[in-house]
C-alpha cells in the first residue's frame, strides 16, 4: 500500500497548526484562554507564555514557531525513513524528537487538572486528540531516527 508521500510530510505541522486554530477560538471563548494546553508540547514557544497575553500573539508565536517545529521533527522522519538524511544528523534529530516527545508526555498532567476542575470542554477533547497525534507523530520520529543511524546507507545495501 502506497502512501500519499505529500500527506505524510505535512501530517504533523498540519496537526499542529490545525491545533493552534482550535487553541485560538476556544482562548477566545474561554477567560484565560486554553494555550497553557499547548505549553508542554511546545517546549521552543512555552516561553511565550509568560511573555504575552494578547491571544493574537500567541496564536502567532505558536502557530509559526511551534509548526516550524513540528515541520522539523516530521522532516527528520520522514528523511530517516527514506535513508536520506545522515546518521549524524538522524542521531540528533532523534534526540530532538524525543525532547518533543518527552516534553508532549506532561500534557497528562493537565489533562488531570481539567477533569478534576470540570474544565474539560468538547474543545478540550480534541485538543488533546490532535496532541496525542502529535505525542505519537513524536515518537515514531524517533523511532525512525534511531532505526536510521543503525540502518546501512543506501550504497551499500545495492
Not at 7 to 36: K, Q
Not at 52 to 71: P, Q
Request: glycine share 8%.
Amino acid at each position: 500500500m502506497a502512501f500519499n508521500s505529500r500527506a505524510i510530510r505535512i501530517l504533523l505541522p498540519g496537526t499542529h497548526l490545525l491545533l493552534c486554530i482550535v487553541t485560538g477560538l476556544s482562548s477566545a471563548a474561554r477567560p484565560g484562554g486554553t494555550w497553557y494546553r499547548l505549553v508542554s508540547l511546545d517546549p521552543l514557544c512555552s516561553i511565550a507564555i509568560s511573555r504575552f497575553e494578547s491571544d493574537l500573539a500567541l496564536f502567532l508565536v505558536f502557530a509559526i514557531f511551534g509548526t516550524l517545529g513540528w515541520w522539523l521533527i516530521n522532516e527528520i522522519g520522514w528523511s530517516s525513513s527514506r535513508n536520506t538524511i545522515s546518521r549524524v544528523s538522524s542521531a540528533f534529530g532523534a534526540l530532538l524528537a524525543a525532547l518533543f516527545g518527552w516534553t508532549a508526555t506532561y500534557t497528562g498532567g493537565i489533562v488531570r487538572q481539567d477533569f478534576h476542575d470540570a474544565a474539560l470542554t468538547v474543545s478540550g477533547v480534541v485538543q488533546y486528540a490532535l496532541i496525542i497525534v502529535l505525542w505519537a507523530g513524536a515518537w515514531t520520529t524517533v523511532a525512525s531516527a534511531v532505526l536510521r543511524v543503525f540502518r546501512k546507507p543506501r550504497a551499500e545495501l545495492a
